[in-house]
């Protein structure tokens, strides 16, 4: 999740991790030097929080030895398109970045709703999701769908258990839109190097 954050890349798009590295839980305490504080406030978000990200991957190279590089690899994706009817998007809510996923939820609120909409879907179906639909601006987007935990749905199957809609079919039932297999090149963050931390 650390390396998440701090290269912005979605967890589905990390490779060679070892299983360590993605069962085993850590207690991190950083604290900045008081004159980073100060500087970091002075700065807009996004810039603050670019700043922050280079400083968890600067904690994570020196207490993890971490060593990564990106590629582009062609691998089989989704690509997020308009269904039949059109997209149903809700009116925006607020001028934020909201994200709010869970097991059998996605909600999200962001400058481009659908492309974050989709980098959450990435983490439900197993494979990166291409934002395809050409759909700009801020939309208040919901997703609600009943987890098949014994055999995941393909799309088009139009599976779904008995209290509720899989996941495809909620999302062309509730938001228009659906996905559609592809390949296609994906950058990947590639890890070359990392070792578990020494106690302090």
């Not at 998440?4 to 360590?20: K, N, Q, V």
């Not at 004159?35 to 600067?58: F, H, P, T, W, Y």
């Not at 197993?126 to 208040?140: L, M, Q, S």
């Not at 994906?186 to 070792?195: A, F, K, N, T």
């Amino acid at each position: 999740m650390l390396i998440h954050w701090a290269y912005e890349m979605p967890e589905t798009r990390i490779l060679d991790a070892p299983g360590w590295a993605r069962s085993t839980m850590f207690n991190i305490e950083a604290a900045a030097d008081p004159s980073i504080d100060a500087a970091l406030r002075n700065l807009a978000s996004d810039a603050g929080r670019k700043q922050k990200e280079r400083m968890v991957e600067a904690l994570l190279a020196d207490r993890f030895k971490l060593a990564t590089h990106f590629e582009t690899r062609e691998l089989p994706i989704y690509n997020l398109v308009t269904a039949k009817g059109g997209p149903k998007l809700g009116d925006s809510k607020s001028q934020g970045t909201t994200v709010n996923h869970g097991r059998d939820h996605i909600e999200v609120e962001g400058s481009s709703s659908t492309a974050l909409f989709a980098e959450e879907l990435s983490k439900e179906v197993g494979r990166p999701v291409a934002d395809k639909t050409a759909i700009t601006g801020r939309y208040h987007l919901t997703l609600k769908w009943t987890p098949d935990d014994a055999a995941g749905p393909s799309p088009g199957s139009g599976a779904a258990s008995d209290s509720g809609p899989s996941i495809f079919t909620a999302l062309e039932e509730q938001l228009g839109l659906k996905l559609l297999p592809a390949k296609g090149p994906v950058q990947v963050l590639v890890i070359d190097h990392v070792e578990m931390p020494s106690a302090n």
